[in-house]
Nanobody, 115 residues
């Protein structure tokens, strides 16, 4: 299983970023996918998740209305569109899937929201 995140960077408050996670080594179209984030000194937290067929999504309360998770099963890729970014969104963002009760993680992509 390999998950490779990209798309992070430095953005001003109110700006937008689109994260991507390229997946391989498992049946992507049959797997639910999630984005998590971890800020320095804080626990890792769920940002959003999407069901295998893409019809069902779930968001943490603080991300609702600002973030959108989506997937392209033909490209084995899951996305996280982040709008109206705030300084408190600064964190390392990780792609995640769970297969047979085991969690798999990417290496993460850093998002920094600062003026």
């Amino acid at each position: 299983v390999q998950l490779v995140e990209s798309g992070g960077g430095l953005v001003q408050p109110g700006g937008s970023l689109r994260l991507s996670c390229a997946a391989s080594g498992f049946t992507f179209s049959s797997s639910d996918m999630s984005w998590y984030r971890q800020a320095p000194g804080k626990e890792r937290e769920l940002v959003a998740s999407i069901a295998s067929a893409g019809g069902s999504t779930n968001y943490a309360d603080s991300m609702k209305g600002r973030f959108t998770i989506s997937r392209d099963n033909a490209k084995n890729t899951v996305y996280l569109q982040m709008n109206s970014l705030k300084p408190e969104d600064t964190a390392m963002y990780f792609c995640n899937t769970r297969i047979y009760r085991l969690h798999y993680w990417g290496q993460g992509t850093q998002v920094t929201v600062s003026s």
